[in-house]
């Protein structure tokens, strides 16, 4: 006989099934958030990848050997990063990463201060950044906007935002992550502490038009 506690437990495990069924999903951020949640954030040449063995109670692991070429986040954490680690399977959120590429890596410092990386992170060839998503690394631009909170906007019209808020209507206006403010704004903090969209062309200038009357 199912006992209330049966229950919750067989609810839990098919909630776990169901997620390896579906595999990784995640939600879509801004770049600039990614960056803020991340411990690290590097520019990366990939010069090799190995399998690495894992014993009975840990999933395989894929160890890639890099070349860091620079470091925009995490310098108090670790100086130089020469592994990075990621599951093997997608299902369980692995990256694939070509080698001979340089990559803009966001990651998390795991166990013996490891690099981990994953699906959710913002992984993308340096090659197919933006020049503004390059200016806002190279001038600590996401990093001094961390102070603002960039909240997505699904559906028209918007809320409007509190004043450490950006709203981001990528989602909601070209249905992708991969949208105009994504690639051309950064979230920015004015000297009045209000924070509003910088970039270039009408990314940031879409700031005021989608919102709810206050």
Known sequence: MNTP???FLLSILTLRLQELVNGCTCLPVHPQTAF??????IRVLVTSKTLVSSNNMEPHTIQYAVKQEKMYKGFEKKK???YIYTASSSAACGVELETNVQYLITGQLGVQRKVHIGICNWIVPWDDLTSLQKRSLKWNKYETGCYCQIVSCHS??????????CIWTDLATEKTPAGSQAKNSVCMKRDDGSCHW????SASAIENIYYNEP
Do not use: F, H, R, W
């Open 5 to 7: 506690v049966t229950g």
């Open 36 to 41: 803020c949640n991340s411990d690290i954030v």
């Open 80 to 82: 130089m990063v020469e």
């Open 156 to 165: 028209l019209p918007c809320s409007s935002p509190a004043k450490d808020q």
């Open 198 to 201: 910088y970039g270039e062309g």
